[in-house]
């Protein structure tokens, strides 16, 4: 067992600038699947989910890049960002002049990341580790990237999500195209050609988008 994530965090990753939005710097791995075998070994488990917090992923570089690009999508308001993972998109939030980011994930290590990564950026950012799927509290925007890789899980906050946009809150997804993703329910507000990890994706540019629910 790992005592100490943020500790592992420390050991086993670098401080670089974020490849499409160089303002923000994440400590990212330098390969996948040697840091996933790491976590492994630490934890004594195998199978476990690949290091989402030790990568600046597509869709979340697309949806950072966006909300820098558009800060009124955040400045002063309330923001979730969901499924955070590195805490990139929460970062571009608090940068973009939110008033207040809570950065949700369910990963321990994440939580970690979250932490170390907000403070290497110089951001106050809030950390929940929490599943909240269902949940509403008021949040004014709510960010979420790379969330459709799972049928299961893509439909479950898929819906979720849409019952926030309907009840007013800025709903915007950061997505290079997966699986999962619902374009028949949503469209896309900017498009992007962001560099990638070609070990975690298929390939070095990946073309990514930031989609909203379709207005009525």
Known sequence: MIADPAAFIRSETRLRPVPYAPEISLHVADEATELWQKTEEELGEIGLPPPFWAFAWAGGQALARYVLDNPETVRGRHVLDFASGSGLVAIAAMKGGAAEVTACDIDSFAIAAININASANGVPITPLQADIVGQDRGWDTVLAGDICYERDLAERVIQWLFSLSERGATVLIGDPGRSYLPKDRL???????????RTLEDADIKKSNVWRFRQP
Request: proline fraction near 9%; charged fraction near 20%.
């Open 187 to 197: 469209e896309i507000l900017a498009a992007y050609e962001v560099p990638v990890t």
